[in-house]
Structures are given as C-alpha cells and as structure tokens.
C-alpha cells in the first residue's frame, strides 16, 4: 500500500470487538483515529451458503506506510478467520486534518 492517507473498513462480530480494535490502532498510532458505527445487517455468501450476521462497522484513518501494521494488528485481534479488510485512498482532504492524520501515526521514538 502506497497510498499517503487511506481509510481502511473493518467489519466486527460485535461492539465490544470493533472498540479493541479501534483503541488497540489509535493507541498505537497505527492509525490517527477511528470511529465505530453499527449494528448493520450484512448479508454475504461464506462457504458455499448464504449467512447473515449483525455486525459493527470501523473505519481507521492511516497513512499507506502505516498500513501493513495495521492490517496484521487487525488480523491478530480479530475474532474471524478472514475479516474484511479494505483500504481506500483518500484522494483529497483538508490539508489540515491530512497533516494531523500523517501526524498522528508517526511512530513515537523508543527511548532506551
């Protein structure tokens, strides 16, 4: 992933799941924020059959270089076998919020 600043969707079994995995991203800033919404009602084929589910929905604002950790962080905390992981580019943004995303997921130095 190249992209400077993308926004990665992340689907959950539950609220409890979708807030670990957002504060766990943010805390580690391997994305500057995230915001958790649902329930919605996802309707999808999963081996071989039709399933339905209630699920939460978590976007995360990261930059493109802060996103290979971030997918294997969401990976070791979610409780699927194959969560839904989409990174979108942002395209365009205000330039203010754009620095403070890029900012904010700056990895803090580690002190000896």
């Keep these: 992933m190249r992209a400077d600043c993308v926004q990665v969707t992340v689907t959950a079994s539950s609220r409890e799941e979708a807030d670990r995995i ?5 805390e580690h ?3 500057a924020c ?3 919404t649902g329930p919605v ?3 999808f084929r999963w081996k071989g059959r039709l399933d339905r589910a209630e699920e939460w929905v978590c976007q995360f604002k990261t930059t493109g270089g802060r996103y290979p950790e971030l997918e294997a962080r969401i990976r070791a905390l979610h409780s699927y076998t194959n969560p839904e992981i ?3 580019t ?4 205000s330039r203010e919020y ?3 995303l890029r900012a904010e997921t ?7």
């Design 41 to 43: 009602a996802s309707v």
């Design 106 to 112: 700056t990895p803090t130095p580690r002190v000896p």
């Design 90 to 93: 942002i395209v365009a943004g």
């Design 86 to 88: 989409i990174a979108t």
């Design 22 to 26: 957002a504060a766990d991203a943010v």
């Design 29 to 31: 800033r391997m994305a």
């Design 98 to 100: 754009l620095e403070w």
């Design 34 to 36: 995230a915001q958790v």
